[in-house]
């Protein structure tokens, strides 16, 4: 888990934050197989779709991502983050948080997700766009070109990490002692993701250089992974196979030969009018003992 947190925390400091968040869903993927092949945990087939849909979300993600970084160095993260549109939105954050925290959660909160789940993800939006700063500066460091460890802003944007992964994991951890993970898994990722990308674009504005393609692309693939991690998660006990779908494709003549067949034991045949429905007469079964069976 450590080592996977830390390539989180790398991928930021050399790609986009609006490519790295919503690539995160792939740890629920890779989670999701190894709990069927190691914790013998089922994977059904709605499973195995949101697996599959998963990727392709992710690939269509990575095709139409920005490429071009716009911050090389924390001198131009500074400037970007003194803008007056990061400022409002940080602002904006803060408020909705205390306002969740403190007016909401203690009545609402063991009875809405919701409300948890916007507190962490809106503290969590704040924590990725240090982590990118403390990836720049880290990786300033390691190449020679400044020694960014005396630097003002990499103690300040590590105090906010730490202060914001302490919120973060506090409110994400009451919202899955409240809500089974099943909900709380897909709502917190479009949450979080979402606040993620919106604040990635206010502060790097990596958006502004994408065409129109790129920006439907990026969207469509974001929803794809939605679909997915609903699939993921949400039908999990949910016991579905391949051949509950072949049964469903099956012909009406041939779905109620193969009933009949069954209950065969129990039930004298009945014929199957021309268009192979039972008929309104059919509905009346007579049992071996003779006593009737009303469907």
Known sequence: MGIGEAANFAAY????????????ALSVLVA????????NEK??????????LCIL???VI???????EEVESLEVLLEKIQDASFIS?????????????LGLAPQFGHTNVVIYITICSAIGSLSVMGCKGLGLALKETLSGKANEAGNWL??????????????QMNYLNKALDVFNTSIVTPVYYVFFTTLVIVASTILFKEWYHLGAEDVLGNICGFLTVIVAIFLLNAFRDVDITLNDVR???RPKASAVSTYRAGSASKYTPVSLDEEGLMSQDEQVMYSSTGSTHIR
Request: proline content about 4%; glycine content about 8%; overall charge positive.
């Open 89 to 101: 939105y940080v602002i904006l954050i803060v408020l909705i948080s205390l306002f969740f925290a």
């Open 57 to 59: 979300g992710s690939t």
């Open 43 to 52: 994977l059904n087939l709605l499973g195995k779709l949101g697996c599959f």
């Open 154 to 167: 990499t103690w300040m944007l590590l105090a906010t990490v730490i202060c914001c992964i302490v919120v």
């Open 247 to 249: 049964g469903i494709l």
């Open 62 to 68: 990575v095709i139409h991502s920005p490429k071009d």
């Open 32 to 39: 999701a197989i190894l709990s069927s092949k190691y914790l």
């Open 13 to 24: 400091a050399f790609a986009p934050a609006s490519m790295v968040t919503p690539l995160g």
